[in-house]
């Protein structure tokens, strides 16, 4: 159990409620049959005017009347533990009431003006710029964007238009998004030039994924085996790629299937980059915001990135993002370099300056390393009874479980992830996948999950573990 002194500063400061009364209280309650007939019909509605293309319905079959904490209640009163947290987003929670508040009070003022100051914007942004990495803070230019593909965009054109090159290196399992492109359609040529990404613009590198790296390499040695390949490319101009506009890198692989990378892959990155003057792009939109333990995922190695990529949890639930970078990249850089209508919305501000200042204040980062390192151990220990987890992986709360059909053969357990979520959910757990196979489970809960839904969530997990794995040996 995390101690009561360990939780106590967060209720002792006045702005801040205490975390434990948050989530239901009797979650996991499952009621009906899944879906239930509320849940059912509201479905057969949304099926009768929404696209077929859905994808989190397809999994998670209910409809959802409310979220509290780390729960989610469906329209039929059943009661989930909520592992998921819409993919990273809701990192204090559904409802916290600090975020809550500073929203409902930006509600009551105004709900969109573009870009113009307002007081939550001005706030956003001095709050932001005080969790910066060294080498932006104080000295960094931030653009508003709306979603983090949005993000990951804005920092490849303004990393084109410093350097002049097109080229950008990315790493296989790498998530930026799938947005994008529409500029091409877009007439003057003023919004196209730099913007737009083609496949032939980008050239991957291996990431240090030991469990499934391409080539026989030493895992002390993957790092160096990448960047002198980086290298290369950067130097020899019969490498193929070309002038190269930047290094696109999450510090935490997330879709990819919660890959972390030895410590040392960020400080060789940036040094060969820094060598080359070649911009660093961070892309912390899952990695970001309290994830790993710290506020950027990047602060493990202490390595500042020339742009940095944000979204997701920094407005608690309403689209927004933004690319965080050094300020002499702001020199020549003309009005409208990368433009739309919503940039920056005052209500998601006033909720991403509360989110950022709870983290800064609170004891939320500390609890996230523990709590994360004991859901780790459970489930190393979990896993030396099955050898269909061929791996457990993971930093703070990005916590993952690789299914294999035998850790021998290392084959993607895609089926046995796919039923052991399945099994979760009909238990009343929300627990995802991602990885390159969608084989991997994936711990994203609320950074502010009560213990004892973490513990209950882990003993679901065993439990379906146990049903799965009987299943297919028979
Ligand atoms: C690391 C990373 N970058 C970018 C994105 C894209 O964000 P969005 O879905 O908001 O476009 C995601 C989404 O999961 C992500 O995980």
Redesign the pocket.
């Known amino acids: 159990m995390l101690s009561a002194a360990r939780m106590s500063r967060a209720s002792r400061d006045d702005s801040m409620e205490n975390l434990s009364s948050l989530s239901f209280e009797e979650a996991p309650l499952i009621r009906t049959e899944i879906p239930g007939p509320k849940s059912r019909e509201l479905m057969e509605k949304q099926n009768a005017f929404e696209t077929g293309s859905r994808t989190y319905t397809r999994q998670f079959r209910i409809a959802v009347r409310r979220g509290r904490g780390s729960t989610i209640e469906d329209m039929d009163g059943n009661v989930f533990i909520d592992w998921f947290a819409g ?2 987003v809701m990192n204090l929670g559904h409802s916290h009431p600090v975020v809550q508040k500073a929203m409902v009070r930006q509600l009551e003022e105004i709900t969109h003006i573009n870009e113009m100051p307002t007081e939550s914007r001005i706030s956003f942004l001095e709050t932001l710029n005080s969790t910066l990495p060294q080498g932006l803070k104080n000295s960094a230019r931030t653009m508003f964007t ?7 965009e804005a920092a490849v054109s303004l990393a084109r238009h410093v350097t002049g090159n097109r080229t950008i290196v990315a790493f296989g399992g ?6 994008g492109d529409i500029v091409r359609a877009t007439a003057n040529y003023h919004y196209r030039q730099y913007a737009g990404i083609a496949l032939q613009d980008v050239y991957h590198l291996p990431y240090p994924y030991s469990y499934r790296f391409p080539v026989k390499v030493r895992e002390e040695e993957m790092s160096s085996f990448i960047v002198s390949h980086l290298e290369h490319l950067l130097r020899d101009p019969y490498a193929g790629p070309g002038p190269v506009a930047g290094v696109l890198v ?1 510090p935490v ?3 990819g299937g919660y890959v972390v990378p030895p410590s040392d892959f960020l400080p060789m990155l940036r040094e060969v980059t820094e060598k080359y003057h070649v911009p660093l792009i961070l ?5 970001g915001v309290g994830r790993t333990g710290r506020i950027w995922a990047s602060e493990h190695t202490g390595v500042s990135p020339d742009i940095m ?1 944000i ?2 949890s920094i407005g608690g639930g309403i ?1 927004v ?1 933004a690319i965080v970078y050094r300020e002499d990249y702001d020199r020549n850089l003309p009005g409208g370099f990368h433009l739309g209508t919503y940039r920056g919305n005052p209500v998601a501000l006033a909720a991403g300056n509360a989110i950022l200042g709870y983290l800064r204040n609170s004891d939320v980062l500390e609890r996230v390393n523990v709590l994360g390192r004991k859901l780790k151990s459970r489930f190393e220990e979990i896993a030396r009874r099955y050898d269909e987890v061929g791996e457990v992986r993971g930093i703070g709360f990005m916590v993952a479980t690789e299914m294999v059909s035998d850790r021998k053969s290392r084959e993607p357990g895609t089926a046995i992830a796919s039923k052991l979520k399945e099994q979760m959910f009909s238990r009343g757990v929300l627990m995802h996948t991602c990885g390159h196979y969608s084989n991997v489970m994936r711990f994203m809960a609320p950074l502010t999950i009560e213990e004892r839904l973490i513990d209950k969530g882990a003993d679901i997990y065993a439990e379906a573990l146990d049903s799965v794995t009987k299943d297919t040996k028979h």
Do not use: M, R
């Not at 709306?146 to 993000?151: E, L, P, Q, R, Y």
């Not at 892309?283 to 990695?287: F, G, I, L, N, T």
């Open positions: 993919v990273c709306v979603t983090g593909g949005d993000a990951c790498a998530y930026h998004g799938v947005a999450e692989q997330g879709e892309d912390e939109v899952q990695s990529c979204s997701k689209p993002s």
